[in-house]
């Protein structure tokens, strides 16, 4: 599994409590700052039509999902999913 979260470094309390809740559980992440990166920024708002950070994308087993915002029960569903293919391992 892979996810990516594609947010803003500095004032985006949903951005912050998104990493927060993937750290707390030990689910690693690959951080990518919209701010900074201009492909991202037009990744997230021109192929994937969003306008709020954070936007998480995770793939598992060949298939893509995402969504943006602060969802905690999409990060807890991705961290059920991470810890089920850990098991499987």
Same mark, same amino acid.
């Given at each position: 599994?892979?996810?990516? @979260? /594609?947010?803003?470094?500095?004032?985006?309390?949903?951005?912050?409590?998104?990493?927060? =809740?993937?750290? *707390?559980?030990?689910?690693?992440?690959? %951080?990518?700052? @919209?701010?900074?990166? &201009? *492909?991202? =920024? &037009? /990744?997230?708002? &021109? &192929?994937?039509? /969003?306008?709020?950070?954070p936007v998480v994308v995770y793939e598992i087993d060949g298939s893509i999902d995402?969504? +943006?915002?602060?969802?905690?029960?999409? @990060?807890?569903?991705? @961290? *059920? =999913? %991470? *810890?089920?293919?850990?098991? +499987? =391992?």
């Amino acid at each position: 599994m892979t996810i990516t @979260i /594609y947010m803003k470094p500095a004032g985006c309390f949903g951005c912050d409590k998104t990493k927060a =809740l993937f750290t *707390a559980q030990g689910v690693p992440f690959v %951080e990518v700052d @919209i701010t900074t990166n &201009e *492909a991202a =920024l &037009e /990744y997230i708002t &021109e &192929e994937l039509q /969003y306008a709020q950070a954070p936007v998480v994308v995770y793939e598992i087993d060949g298939s893509i999902d995402h969504w +943006s915002g602060l969802n905690p029960p999409r @990060i807890n569903q991705v @961290i *059920a =999913l %991470e *810890a089920t293919q850990h098991l +499987s =391992l």
